[in-house]
């Protein structure tokens, strides 16, 4: 199966369980799309004591997923793509849901 995801939550619990489920999916062989849209494009910064996304995010490519990042929302936030996720378009957003058997929202 091929499942997209799209993160729009800055909130550290929700972002933390989308990854954990795309994490927990590419280990059953699926192939897992990411895209963190709005407030989500955040999630490399939401790191606390109790949620350590930034290492579930590092996990999550590790294990061959793909995060794609809104252009637009981090030049609206001042910042750039990073390590785990290139500067993507609505092109990409809408390729992943053209081609994913199911989408999550978070």
């Known amino acids: ?3 997209g995801m799209i993160i729009y939550s800055n909130d550290p619990e929700t972002v933390f369980n989308a990854f ?3 994490v927990f999916s590419l280990g059953k062989n699926e ?3 990411v ?3 709005a407030k989500g494009v955040e ?3 939401l790191d606390n004591g109790q949620f350590k ?3 579930l995010m590092q996990e999550f490519v590790d294990q061959g997923g793909k995060i794609f990042a809104c252009g637009t929302c981090l030049k609206i936030r001042q910042s750039k793509s990073s390590n785990f996720c290139s500067m ?3 092109d990409d957003l809408h390729t992943i849901i053209k081609h994913s058997d199911k989408v999550l929202t978070f």
């Open 1 to 3: 199966m091929k499942l």
């Open 31 to 33: 192939v897992v799309q």
């Open 88 to 90: 993507s378009t609505l």
């Open 43 to 45: 999630s490399e910064t």
């Open 20 to 22: 954990r489920i795309g």
């Open 53 to 55: 996304i930034t290492e």
């Open 35 to 37: 895209f963190l849209l």
